[in-house]
């Protein structure tokens, strides 16, 4: 995976990087060529997930987050909460997992239990413990979009698309950091 990624990651960084000044928009294109790197997570035994949706900027943003490795396995983006994006959002999580995983982890929604009963899947109700993880990826998620108002293109025919792509984008690059936190990359 590794040797894939490598020529990616020194180009997006050397350009990140660099001490000229270059214009916001360089960085944004980069940026966006990231999100390609999300689709480098292959299905891997997972033991624990942690399941949550929060809203951004008049969109539900639907998040998996793998407890052990603590990346983002998928994400979601819909207009709003119901059992038909619920449903749609735990199949993308599964299509992540070798197998059935062992427990997720939700809140109280009640889009959750129906869908979750239906793929036959352990879960738990939980506050706070271990969902927290979930809760402070959304922080900082939150945080970044914070930095342009929590606003994206509103002359854009689809902002649902904006906030997506801007989504997918920020998730490839969080995981990515992991990765490199972790020495997995070289």
């Known amino acids: 995976m590794s040797k894939v990624l490598s020529p990616c990651i020194k180009e997006m960084f050397s ?3 660099k001490r000229n000044r270059k214009p916001l928009v360089n960085i944004r294109k980069i940026f966006r060529k990231a999100k390609n790197l ?16 929060t809203k951004l900027s008049g969109f539900y943003v ?22 038909l994006e619920a449903y749609l959002f735990v199949r993308k999580v599964l299509r992540k997992c070798l197998d059935k995983p062992e427990l997720i982890l939700v809140d109280k929604g009640p889009w959750y239990k129906w869908v979750l009963e239906r793929f036959g899947l352990n879960y738990k109700h939980e506050r706070f413990g271990k969902r927290n993880s979930i809760e402070s990826w959304f922080f900082i998620l939150k945080h970044r979009t914070k930095r342009f108002y929590n606003s994206f293109k509103r002359n854009a025919k689809d902002i649902g698309k904006c906030v997506e792509s801007f989504v997918y984008s920020f998730v490839s ?12 990359l070289s």
């Open 62 to 83: 639907w998040a998996a987050r793998d407890i052990e490795r603590g990346e983002i396995i998928a994400f979601h983006v819909s207009k709003g909460r119901s059992f």
């Open 173 to 184: 690059v969080y995981n990515l950091l992991l990765l490199l936190n972790r020495g997995e």
């Open 15 to 17: 350009k990140i990087f």
């Open 38 to 53: 999300l689709d480098l997570i292959k299905p891997k035994k997972r033991k624990i997930i942690v399941i949550d949706e």
